[in-house]
């Protein structure tokens, strides 16, 4: 035990884990400016579509926990009739 309450192989599991660089940075990216290039208003589906369509296959799993995670959220536009 250490003198901040940690196990030393737990401190060093989390210092390591910090220095990783995010390798879904680039797919983040690219998903955001789909996102914004149709006026904030598509889904995971058509940004699925899309990426296949320039030779990326991503899961959609991972496209929506990618959204979630950076809070790119879909405008809602309801009709009043």
């Known amino acids: 035990m250490s003198?901040?309450?940690?196990?030393?192989?737990?401190?060093y599991h989390w210092k390591?884990?910090?220095?990783?660089?995010?390798?879904?940075?680039?797919?983040?990216?690219?998903?955001?400016?789909?996102?914004?290039?149709?006026?904030?208003?598509?889904?995971?589906?058509y940004i699925n579509q899309e990426l296949r369509a320039g030779g990326k296959v991503v899961n959609h799993k991972k496209i929506q926990r990618l959204k979630r995670e950076n809070n790119i959220q879909c405008k809602v536009f309801t009709r009043k009739s």
């Open 3 to 11: 003198f901040i309450g940690l196990a030393k192989a737990t401190f």
């Open 16 to 45: 390591n884990r910090l220095d990783e660089v995010n390798l879904d940075q680039d797919l983040i990216n690219e998903i955001r400016d789909i996102f914004e290039g149709n006026y904030e208003a598509v889904g995971y589906r």
